[in-house]
């Protein structure tokens, strides 16, 4: 790539600027921007044959099982146990209802009209409750995949309602099946759309359309991931019904649709790019730098972007590239970080009902609080604060409180803090590592290799946890294997660089206006 910037800008020189070749800049373009063979191949090959291997063990799993198996309806009046003898406080009422269920877990609760008295349960085996939500990320996974895949040649419009009608084909089919492999299908494909809608949502409403991301949008696709978390446990722990729920999930799948159809630039964007007006001026222009390496950091059309330069219209920033003497280390850094937020992120959302509550969807709601609190300290420490130190900080935070876990099993309450403290750490420290990445140079094909990664992380932390709620002995097992990982992420921060925001800010330039074509 050195060379290719070479000799690109010094036939620059040597030719007119109004005889400029465009078909050459427009290869030049497809070089820096687009995949190469070999991210092309590692992205073939090894995402179908992580997913084939995924649902090889679910099949194997589901194939020879009756779905009456798996989950049951416990009707109150049916257990000898009438409304009016349930314990009048609330948590001493689902741990009745536990012990009327023996190793079943419950999942939901059915109200009687115009009160707030149970009058049955859903009931499920606690590994399926795992396997759900395992099975869901999975499909996220393969929808970050997908996306990053083809994203560049079919647009995010295209892909965004494709993703929205595959959603809504999922919320309208899941209620009326009664096939659990069918269901878990369904399950994939509705993560997969979930993925698919977020991302290329954010890509229309911020105009990115390149791969070098700016820093706010990682920290706005958590925001949004959290909201969505929250979102969705509230309206699954809601006492509505299968149609209210198909209703609300249309609503506002089509108020997505319509708000990005209809509006190309939504206000969110102008807010955003006020700290790039600057930039975004000079971008009409050259930056050239003197025996630097270069790279094409950003390319835009001023109606609609795109990777053209045939047009007046179109100006491309070309800027220093950051060393790339430790990017393996960011790198391996980075799919460790991977491994440890995905593993917390299960144990937050799956231990969260076993050690408070037995209602699933506190544990989802809560770890959907902590990534969005994640996301506003992490872009507030990169601000303001040298990163490797910081992170070193907040990743050490992580091992301490997993082992504080360990000498507090005694208090269940105590314990739940201590895992939602390091889930805060250990989302915050993932989220650094990422604007690390950015600043090392490491382009956005590689995420979707360590999203693989991400994905083998819930279903291993989810086949992990299925033993804590068989049996309570078996839960501390799991605190170890965190601790671990929280020590190799602090571990491979003290051999990466420091970076600051306002050293990278700070950066030269030197313009050379560019003629119209």
């Not at 795992?130 to 869901?136: E, G, L, P, R």
């Amino acid at each position: 790539l050195n060379n290719i910037f070479h000799n690109f800008t010094s036939s620059f020189y040597q030719t007119t600027m109004k005889q400029l070749d465009t078909g050459k800049l427009n290869r030049l373009l497809q070089q820096a921007g687009g995949f190469g063979k070999w991210q092309r191949v590692q992205l073939l090959l090894l995402a179908p044959s992580f997913l084939l291997i995924g649902w090889c063990c679910f099949a194997a799993l589901f194939i020879s099982q009756d779905a009456s198996n798996f989950e049951k309806v416990l009707n109150v009046s049916s257990n000898n146990l009438t409304v009016t003898e349930l314990p009048g406080n609330e948590s001493q009422m689902y741990q009745t209802a536990a012990e009327i269920c023996s190793e079943w877990r419950i999942v939901h609760v059915f109200i009687e009209n115009n009160t707030t008295k149970p009058k049955k349960y859903m009931c499920v085996l606690p590994w399926l409750l795992a396997t759900h939500q395992a099975v869901f990320l999975l499909g996220s996974a393969s929808g970050h995949i997908i996306f990053t895949l083809t994203a560049l040649r079919f647009g995010p419009k295209k892909i965004l309602i494709c993703a929205t009608a595959l959603h809504c084909v999922c919320c309208f089919t899941i209620p009326f099946n009664s096939y659990l492999i069918l269901f878990e299908i369904l399950r994939f494909l509705d993560g997969f759309s979930v993925a698919c809608i977020q991302i290329s949502a954010l890509c229309l409403i911020l105009g990115v359309t390149s791969r070098n991301y700016h820093p706010l949008v990682i920290i706005l696709l958590a925001t949004v991931r959290g909201l969505s978390n929250v979102t969705l446990s509230a309206i699954a722990s809601s006492s509505l019904d299968w149609t209210e729920l198909i209703a609300v999930t249309a609503v506002s799948s089509l108020f997505l649709f319509s708000y990005i159809k209809l509006i190309p630039e939504s206000p969110l964007w102008y807010v955003l790019r006020g700290e790039r007006v600057h930039a975004e001026r000079m971008m009409r222009q050259i930056a050239h730098y003197n025996g630097h390496r270069l790279r094409i950091e950003s390319i835009h059309r001023i109606q609609q972007p795109a990777l053209t330069i045939n047009t007046d219209e179109t100006f491309f920033k070309l800027s220093d590239v950051p060393p790339k003497c430790k990017s393996f280390l960011c790198e391996i850094h980075l799919s460790l970080n991977w491994l440890l937020h995905g593993f917390l992120y299960e144990m937050t959302s799956l231990l969260a009902p076993f050690i408070a509550w037995n209602i699933p969807e506190v544990g989802h709601s809560l770890s959907g609080i902590v990534e969005m609190f994640s996301a506003l300290l992490a872009y507030i420490l990169w601000q303001h604060f040298p990163t490797r130190i910081t992170a070193i900080f907040s990743s050490a935070m992580i091992t301490f409180f997993l082992v504080a876990c360990l000498f507090g099993a005694e208090q269940r309450s105590g314990m739940f803090v201590c895992v939602l403290l390091a889930k805060l750490c250990a989302y915050t420290t993932f989220l650094m590592t990422q604007l690390i990445a950015l600043d090392f140079n490491i382009g956005q094909d590689r995420f979707a290799i360590l999203i693989v990664l991400y994905a083998i992380a819930d279903i291993g932390a989810a086949l992990a946890t299925f033993a804590s709620f068989q049996e309570q002995s078996a839960l501390w097992t799991t605190f170890p294997i965190g601790a671990v990982l929280g020590f190799l992420v602090t571990s491979t921060f003290i051999f990466l660089p420091n970076t600051h925001r306002r050293d990278h800010l700070r950066s030269r330039e030197i313009a050379i206006p560019l003629q119209p074509l």
